[in-house]
């Protein structure tokens, strides 16, 4: 999975909310479709980029197909997250030591 289209594929508001919406815990198309301001069209389309970057997974449930949040397209956001956070901190800490030797 590339980070990149993870956070790309979040820049959307909409797929924002379908992850969001996610994180409560699984859901159907229709009940996503439901809870959004978008047809359920959209959604699959939303869900289709989703999965594609690796944030979402799927499985089929009778006829419908249930989505749930994928948890390592989630830790490879926050690993992420976590470096640009570390690395703010070791930057913060370097200022802090030339200004106060």
């Known amino acids: 999975m590339a980070t990149y289209q993870a956070w790309e594929a979040l820049g959307d ?3 924002f909310a379908i992850v969001t919406a996610l994180a409560e815990r699984p859901r159907a198309v229709g009940e996503l479709a439901r809870e ?4 359920r069209p959209a959604v699959s389309q939303h869900l289709k980029v989703l999965k594609d970057a690796g944030l979402v997974t799927d499985r089929a449930e009778g006829t419908r197909r249930v989505y749930r949040l994928n948890p390592a397209g989630v830790a490879a956001l926050r690993d992420q997250l976590d ?3 570390a690395r703010a901190l070791d930057g913060y800490q370097e200022i802090a030591e030339e200004e106060n030797p």
């Open 13 to 15: 508001p909409s797929r």
């Open 36 to 39: 959004l301001p978008i047809s």
């Open 83 to 85: 470096t640009f956070w």
